[in-house]
């Protein structure tokens, strides 16, 4: 397809995008947010909150995968819906915000975004915690994406590598966020263990933590003609260099808010901010090449663009190191990445991200 298709095509994602799949995608985000303030115990409803707030543009800019092409009218708002209700940004702010460095608890709280994905049963994820029960709230979106996932057509064909993608997510995780020394350890020793020493083992970790490859494999289980073929596609353009830019852009935006709380940040793993700018350059031209192959291809490499300019349109990214990076990054990734962080930029000053939580929402039930 030539320059001139594509832009086409892209426009045309992004009209429908703004016109439905972001309605779609607040509305969503109010249910839970009336779900969180019924079901959630005090301690973790302003957690649940975080998730629905702050970190709602995940859910939302998810939510483009929801209006692409060959996505019948009836699975549009059931992708929506799976897409939302993934439950990674609660168990991140669970591990992040409730002072628990725990491993073993990590584990189980993480347990249920593979049990998301499977036919297994749910189980007590609260059991190590030391808050205790979040008062049902995280069973419900376990409960969610099941009843998502059974309602798309392919699933079946896209399931295996949704499956290892969470049992991925779910690894890294539960080791990422574990004490200072520890942390680093446990993630080298299980990039060994899985044997993706192509790449280091910060990349690969930060590879495992995007959700972007299985947002991408349900798009294409929305389809009932998506064939095991097309899932592999999407699988090797995905993971792990997409996915791997995904996070690294994530954690160079808040490079200098996870070095005063203490997190671990992998663009410190680079020798210089610079270094870690041009591992994302390259990183993002092997994506754009591998994604031309891919069914749909202008969606996917509306999304790599899309990542570009949304994370580095971000106020965090416009000042010190972090902008001297985004420079360069722009700079070698091409005038169509620059369109982008220019639509984005405007978009911001918009507020159309935004998501304020209502004040009428509260606990409804202490303890």
């Not at 995940?58 to 897409?83: D, E, N």
């Not at 064909?157 to 350890?185: C, D, I, N, T």
């Not at 949304?310 to 070698?332: N, V, W």
Request: a positive charge; charged letters at 20%.
């Amino acid at each position: 397809m030539n320059m001139t298709g594509q832009v086409g095509l892209t426009a045309c994602h992004l009209v429908r995008y703004l016109l439905r799949g972001l309605p779609s995608a607040r509305r969503q985000l109010r249910h839970w947010r009336l779900r969180a303030a019924e079901l959630c115990r005090p301690w973790a409803l302003a957690l649940a909150l975080d998730a629905l707030g702050p970190k709602a543009f995940h859910s939302m800019g998810g939510g483009v995968y929801a209006t692409g092409p060959g996505v019948l009218p009836a699975a549009g708002p059931q992708l929506m819906a799976t897409i939302v209700a993934l439950l990674s940004d609660y168990l991140d702010s669970l591990v992040d915000g409730a002072g628990c460095s725990c491993p073993r608890a990590h584990r189980l709280l993480h347990q249920a975004f593979v049990d998301a994905f499977t036919a297994g049963p749910s189980r007590d994820y609260f059991s190590l915690f030391p808050w205790g029960s979040d008062g049902g709230y995280l069973n419900q979106l376990v409960a969610a994406v099941r009843e998502g996932t059974r309602g798309l057509p392919g699933y079946a064909v896209v399931r295996p590598f949704v499956e290892r993608l969470a049992y991925l997510y779910a690894g890294m995780q539960s080791r990422k966020h574990g004490p200072p020394g520890w942390r680093e350890q446990a993630l080298q020793r299980w990039w060994q263990q899985v044997g993706m020493t192509d790449l280091p083992w910060w990349e690969f970790a930060a590879a495992c933590g995007s959700t972007l490859g299985i947002f991408a494999l349900l798009w294409l289980a929305s389809r009932p003609d998506a064939t095991v073929h097309e899932a592999r596609q999407l699988m090797r353009a995905y993971f792990p260099h997409l996915c791997c830019l995904h996070i690294i852009l994530d954690y160079l935006i808040d490079r200098h808010e996870d070095h005063q709380s203490g997190d671990l940040n992998f663009t410190r793993q680079y020798p210089s901010i610079q270094h870690a700018a041009l591992r994302l350059v390259e990183l993002y031209r092997r994506s754009e090449h591998s994604l031309r192959s891919t069914p749909a291809a202008a969606l996917h490499l509306m999304v790599l663009r899309g990542l570009i300019g949304l994370y580095l349109s971000d106020p965090k990214a416009q000042a010190g190191e972090i902008a001297t990076a985004r420079e360069l990054i722009l700079r070698h990734c091409g005038i169509r990445c620059r369109i982008f962080h220019r639509g984005c930029t405007f978009l911001r000053r918009t507020g159309i991200w935004d998501y304020p939580i209502e004040p009428g929402v509260r606990p409804a039930h202490n303890g």
